[in-house]
């Protein structure tokens, strides 16, 4: 029998779309996994329910384990990658995308979450 589990990540929002500063996607942990098998893409609503990916941007992330309850935020800017314990004993884990001087998500933008189980690479 094969069981399918739902992502370990949930999507929560893109917040502050157009804030060069202050624009990310905020993930929530919803069991403990490693996000080396997560893509996370950026993508157009061309008509609702209906996304193109074009020449979009992709971010995936680097092996890190985290635990049921934390929460990942994906800055589309630069930055340095940290981590912060919550008053609740969970994790922030941040991640900064590298978007330079501008921003990934204006108001028909939406992030697709995909978890990659195998892969390879070829050329």
Known sequence: MIVSLPPALRIVTIADRGNSVNERIHFEVIRDCDLASYVVMATLE??????AAGFRPVYWFVSDQVKAGDHLI???REGQDG???RADGHRNHFFFWGVKGGTMFPTNAKVV?????????GG
């Not at 995909?114 to 390879?120: C, M, Y």
């Open 74 to 76: 994906l800055y589309t």
């Open 46 to 51: 061309v008509s609702p329910g209906r996304i």
């Open 83 to 85: 981590k912060d314990i």
């Open 113 to 121: 979450l995909v978890e990659i189980n195998q892969w390879v690479t």
